[in-house]
Each structure stands twice: as C-alpha cells, then as structure tokens.
C-alpha cells in the first residue's frame, strides 16, 4: 500500500519537475521585450502602413473601407499612425447580402446576412516584394424590424456592417501578428 503512494507521489514530482523545466521556454506573443533582443511583435505590427482603400469616395464601399481600416489600425498601433512604415498592406473587398427570412405575407425579408471577402497583401516597402497574402471573410446576421420602420433598417444594416469590418480588422490583424512572430 506504502509503494503505491510512493510511486504516485515520485510521479507527480516528475511531472511538475518536467513542467518547470520547460516553464522558462514559454514567451507570450504580445510580450512588451522579447528574450532575444529583437523588436516585439507590437512594434513589428506599428511598421505596417495601412493605406486608405481605394474605393470610390462617398460611396457605401467607401464608408465600409474606412471602417476596416480604421479597426485594423487601432488594433495594430493603438492610435491612428504607427512607426516608419517597412510594410504596406494592400486590402481588397467585396460586399454582398443575403435574405435569410422572408415574411410570406409581405414578402419583405425579415432577416438577413451581410459579408465581406477581403483579399490582402503584405508588401515590403524597401523592395517592393510581396511578402505574404491572404483572404478572409466575415459574416454577421442582423434583423429588419417591420415595413414602418426604416430608420430601424438601416441603423441595422449599417451595425452588421459596422461588425462585419471588425471581423475583417481582427482577422487580418491576427494573420500579421502570426506572419511576424513565426515568420511564416
């Protein structure tokens, strides 16, 4: 019976042996120093310039490029401008709606889907290469209050696009910040 504590016991001991050895290895990925010297991932993400989108100016796509934008800018620098630019990101997007539900008496959708595919690039400045690409996409659902109420509709519209940006900023924000810490 005593071996038997013994031997549960000596293996517990390993274990947190083991796990403590292996504690000083852990860096977080959003960690003001680096061990090594070499610039944080904050700073890596600050060097990325966003330049505005170009879309056609007053014009819906327009409205919701700044928005992505400015999402993925204070997620990046936490202000409007970061360091010297040593990368430019290239963001392309297209929109679209679909009626999820439709009223069979009015024939009016009652809720619907709105998204965005976004394309980007990585360019680096110094030798005009594009060093990494991708593509995203977000889709948010919203409601539409009855026929009556057309501010309602589109204070909602606008909101599922508001949060459809954001889903963007955040997924392109976090492929940039696993491009940096991992290099790939």
Known sequence: ????????????????????????????????????????????????????????????LARVGVEIRN??????????????????????????????IVDPNTALPTSENYGIDATYGLIEIATGKQVMTGSTFAR??????????RFARTRAYRDAENRAAGEIADNINTRLASFFYKGS
Do not use: H, W
Request: contains cysteine; aromatic residues 8%.
């Open 1 to 60: 019976m005593l071996s038997a504590k013994f031997r549960i016991a000596a293996r517990l001991t390993a274990v947190i042996a083991l796990g403590a050895l292996t504690a000083g290895c852990f860096q977080p990925m959003y960690a003001a120093k680096t061990a090594d010297g070499s610039p944080a991932l904050r700073e890596k993400l600050a060097s990325v310039e966003v330049p505005p989108l170009d879309y056609p100016t007053a014009s819906p």
């Open 71 to 100: 999402a993925l800018m204070f997620k990046m620098y936490g202000a409007a401008t970061g360091m010297p630019p040593l990368y430019t990101l290239k963001i392309r997007f297209t929109p679209n709606r679909t009626s999820l």
């Open 140 to 149: 948010v659902t919203y409601d539409i209050p009855g026929g009556q109420q």
